[in-house]
Each structure stands twice: as structure tokens, then as C-alpha cells.
């Protein structure tokens, strides 16, 4: 399938098949994480590919694919009120400086090593940012600005999947090893923030060792989706859009715009916190919406044949997030 959200003429009513079953799926998954403590991202995931074999039927195909698309940028457009520039600046300007240095040197080594396992700097793009900033939130917003000719479904819920097991593996490994290194709160809670892929396991390793390194993991983890925007628009610069090119055509996503437009209205103040929290609470609904209709979609077929080898990339990627937010944590906050 193109890029197209769905087929040009479609109608309204012609989205409703897929965007129910979408729907459902997602109620279910968020049912299972509730109860069950697993992590929503993977439920909707996993829920999302029990329905494969559905991905193929042409009356869910204008409500899949608005939901995989659209119902994505939407989200990504209302996570900018998670966060405002005042909390940001709250680091200072050595420790704001250390957040965006690991996250961009992450997001290149996710771009080398893919580039040198000749995976493709878009490819790698999807992992780095993935790992960089937020997890399977940042690799569908990468995915979304990438577009299906330069990255494909399959590859998509790959990295889903080795995004959420990565970020569970790290969430329950990190507290430990920063008790090993001897670091205090803040060194802790910085590199739960900066190290960590999804931002529920972010939180919860800083706040598993204490109250303060939660709330430093926080402000570090919200700084990093602070800088999904900037990220995007360098992905957009530097990765080519057609093979051989040396730079991609600029083009500024209509939901990268609407995400600094938001964050500045509200760092402002001018949005109240009622509005902030319900606009970060359907930012989540969208995503694991978006999640689900992207499972149900991959094609399954070419993610078997994939084999390991595009895991890669984000191993390398989430170790090297490790040691530079380690070392920055040492180096800055001892």
C-alpha cells in the first residue's frame, strides 16, 4: 500500500469498519496492561498482530490505515503538552546540554550501524530515534515522517517489538546498575531519564530507587521528548529521500510544526492543567491506537524473513545511550 492514508475516495463510513476494530483492539490491550502491569505499547503491539490476518481485507483498509497515520500525527501533536520549556530550563544549561548530546550521538549510532550492516540510514534513523528520545512513540512519529517507501511496515513493528523489550530489560537493570556505580539521587535519576527508552519505564526505574531520582529522571525524560521535534527536522534534513541523494529535500511535517506550536502555547501557561492532562491522556489513546492498526497492518511474512540482524541497530544504539548517559551523569552531577 502508498503512503496515502487510505484510498482517495474514501468516505466516512468507510473508515468505520477499521477504526471499530482499531478501537476495540486497543480497549482490550489497555484492559490487559491494567490489570496485568504490561506495558501498553507491547499489549496493543501483540493484540494488533493476534488480528493480522484481517490486514488484508478491503473494508477495514481506509480506517487502518487513517488510524496508523493520522490518528499517529494527532498524537504526536499532543504529546507537546507532557512537557513546558520552564521545566526544561530548570536543568541548566550543562545538564540540558548533556540530555540533547546523548540524544543526538544516540541517533547517529543508530544511523552508523545501520549504514554498516547495510541496513539503510533510514532504517537507522527509526532505531536511533526510537532509542534517543521515547520509544515506540518516537519510532512511529520517525516512522510517519520516513514514509512507507523508505521504511516498511515490517520493519516498523520490528523495532516495536525490540524497543519494548529493550526498554523492559533496562527499566529492571538500570537502578541496579547505577547502586553498582555508587551514584547518588541525581546522577541516578539523570540516567534513568537520559538511558531509558519509553517514558513510563523511564519513571518508573528513577522512582524505584527513590523519590528524588524520580523526579529528576522526569525532567530529564521530558526534556528528551522536548527534542523529538528538533530530531525530526534533522532526520527530515540529512536523511536523502531517494537513493544517491546527498540531502533530502526540506520539508517542515505539518505535525512537526503543530508539536512546537503546542509545547510554546504551553510553556506559556496558556493551556490549564485540566486541558494539559486530558490532552496528554488522548495523546496516549492515540498512539496505542496507532500501535494496534500498525500490527494489524505489518506484513508478517517479511518481519520473519528479517531475521535478528535488524536488532541490531538498536542494541548498539541502547548501549551507547547507556555509556554516554553514564559517563555524563559522572562527569556532571558527582
Not at 477499521?18 to 502491569?37: E, F, K
Not at 547517529?108 to 515506540?136: D, M, S
Amino acid at each position: 500500500m502508498s503512503e496515502a492514508a487510505g484510498p482517495a475516495n474514501a468516505s466516512v463510513r468507510d473508515h468505520i469498519p477499521g477504526l471499530a476494530l482499531t478501537v476495540l483492539a486497543t480497549l482490550a490491550a489497555a484492559y490487559v496492561s491494567d490489570h496485568y502491569g504490561a506495558p501498553l505499547t507491547l499489549m496493543c503491539l501483540l493484540f494488533g498482530l493476534a488480528m493480522n490476518f484481517l490486514g488484508d481485507d478491503p473494508r477495514l483498509e481506509a480506517g487502518l490505515a487513517f488510524a496508523s497515520r493520522t490518528l499517529l500525527r494527532l498524537g504526536i501533536v499532543l504529546a507537546a503538552t507532557r512537557v513546558t520549556l520552564g521545566e526544561i530550563a530548570a536543568l541548566g544549561p550543562a545538564t540540558l546540554a548533556a540530555v540533547a548530546g546523548v540524544l543526538f550521538a544516540t541517533l547517529g549510532v543508530g544511523v552508523l550501524a545501520a549504514r554498516a550492516l547495510k541496513l539503510g540510514g533510514a532504517f537507522g534513523a527509526l532505531c536511533g530515534g526510537a532509542v534517543a528520545i521515547c520509544g515506540a512513540s518516537a519510532a512511529m512519529a520517525f516512522a510517519t515522517l520516513l514514509g512507507e517507501k523508505r521504511i516498511s511496515r515490517a520493519q516498523v513493528t520490528l523495532v516495536l517489538v525490540g524497543i519494548s523489550a529493550m526498554s523492559a530489560l533496562a527499566m529492571a537493570l538500570y537502578p541496579v546498575l547505577a547502586e553498582t556505580l555508587g551514584f547518588n539521587d541525581r546522577q541516578a535519576g539523570f540516567l534513568m531519564g537520559a538511558a531509558i527508552h519509553d517514558v513510563a519505564q523511564a519513571l518508573g526505574a528513577g522512582y524505584s530507587v527513590s523519590d528524588p531520582a524520580g523526579e529528576t529522571a522526569t525532567i530529564v525524560k521530558l526534556a528528551r521528548v522536548a527534542l523529538l521535534a528538533p530530531a525530526l527536522l534533522a532526520v527530515a534534513l540529512f536523511i536523502p529521500r531517494d537513493p544517491g541523494a546527498r540531502l533530502a529535500s526540506f520539508v517542515l511535517p505539518w505535525f512537526v510544526l503543530g508539536f512546537f506550536v503546542l509545547s510554546a502555547v504551553n510553556s506559556a501557561g496558556w493551556i490549564p492543567r485540566v486541558a494539559a492532562d486530558a490532552s496528554t491522556q488522548a495523546s496516549t489513546a492515540l498512539l496505542a491506537c496507532a500501535v494496534t492498526a500498525t500490527g494489524v497492518r505489518s506484513q508478517l511474512q517479511s518481519l520473519t524473513k528479517a531475521g535478528l540482524k535488524p536488532l541490531a541497530p538498536i542494541a548498539m544504539a541502547t548501549v551507547a545511550a547507556l555509556v554516554l548517559a553514564a559517563s555524563a551523569a559522572w562527569l556532571l552531577l558527582g
